[in-house]
C-alpha cells in the first residue's frame, strides 16, 4: 500500500510539472523571448499555476465525494458554474500573457498602447476569425468594446482540469468499490468456513463422545485410538484451517479419521469404502471442501434395517485432485436429502476459491446419489 501510495504521489508530482512547463513553452513559442527564471518570478505564473491546481483537488477530493457521488447532482452543477464564473472573472491565462509582455489575440489594435520600444501602427495581428469592431463618426471606442474580453484559453483548461479530476476521482471510486467487493467475497468465504467448522463441531462431538464413552464403559481396546483421533480432527477444525489452502495430506488424514470414528456408531450392514489413489505430496487444497458432502453420506446413506454401501474416492494427478463419493437413497430421507445450506455454502466457497478450475456434478442416478468435484491444480 506504501508503494502504492508512493507511486500515486509521483504520478501527481510529475503531472503538475508537465503542466507548469505548459506556459514556459507556449510564451517561448510566441516569441517573447522571456527567460523562464523571469517568468517564474512573477506573481501572475503562480497565480495561473495555483488556481488550477486548486480546482483539480477541491473538485476530485471535495466536490465529487460531497456532491457528485452522493447523487445531489443540483448543488454540484451550481457549484461547477460559480466556479466557471470565477475562472471567467479572474482571467487566470490572460493576465499570464499581459505579465510576460503579450498581447492577448482578442485585444483590439486602434485601443492597444504599444510598449516603449515599438512603433506606433505595428499591433501584433488578430487571433483567427477576429475583427476589429468598426468606428463610428466621432472616432469613438465601439459600444461592445467595453464588454469585458473573453479568456477562452481559461475557461478551456478549466474544462480540461474539472473532467480528468472527475475521471480520475470516478475511477478511483471504482477501484475501491471493487476491491470492498473483493475484501467481501474473502471476509464471506472465511465466515462459511467458520460456519462449516461450527457445523461440524456441536453435533459430531457430542455423538462421537457418546460413542467413545460407550467404548470406554465396555473397556473397548479401540477407546484410546478413537479418542486420539477425535483429538486430531478437533486440532486441525479449530487451528489448523486458518489458510485459504492447506496440505493435501493433512485433509486426507482428516477425512480418515472422521471415517473411522463413524464406523463406531454405524451398524454392521453398512460398508464404508475409503480410497486414495496418487500421491498427495507438495498438494494443497481449500480446507473442509469435501466435508460437507462427507457429513451427508454418513447422514443419509446408511440405515439400521437395510444394507447400504458408502464409496468415498480421492484421486490424485499432477494437474487435478477428483473427489468421488456415492451412497443409496433411501424412501425415508429421499425428501429431505440434501436440503440444508451446507451444500449451498461449499459452492460458494468453491466459487471464490477455484474460480474457473473446479466441475462440480451432484446426480441422483439408479437410486444412488452420486458428489463428483474436480479441482485444477
Known sequence: MSRFKAFTVTIHIAGWLL???????????????????????????????????????????????????????????????????????????????????????????????????????????FGVGQQPPPPDGNNTPHPFSRHRPLDSTSLFIFLMIMALSTAIRTVQQWQLTEQRAARAEADKASAELSFLKAQINPHFLFNTLNNIYTLAVTKDDHAPDSIMKLSNIMRYVTDDVTEDFVPLQSEIDCIGDYIELQRLRISNNTTVNFTVDGKPDAKKIAPLVFMTFIENVFKYGISKHENSVIDIRIGITNSAITFVCSNRIFAASRENHRTGIGINNTKQRLAHLYPGKHLLNISNENNLYTVRLTLQT
Open 19 to 125: 503542466f507548469m512547463a505548459f506556459p514556459l513553452v507556449f510564451l517561448n513559442s510566441r516569441g517573447q523571448g522571456t527567460p523562464a527564471w523571469s517568468l517564474l518570478q512573477k506573481h501572475s505564473y503562480w497565480f495561473f499555476c495555483y488556481i488550477y491546481i486548486f480546482l483539480f483537488y477541491s473538485n476530485a477530493y471535495y466536490f465529487i465525494p460531497q456532491f457528485f457521488l452522493k447523487k445531489r447532482y443540483v448543488i454540484y452543477t451550481v457549484i461547477v458554474l460559480v466556479l466557471l464564473g470565477s475562472v471567467y472573472y479572474l482571467r487566470p491565462f490572460d493576465k499570464l500573457l499581459r505579465s510576460s509582455g503579450s498581447r492577448p489575440y482578442y485585444q483590439h489594435p486602434r485601443f492597444w498602447q504599444p510598449p516603449s520600444g515599438h512603433m506606433h501602427g505595428s499591433p501584433p495581428p
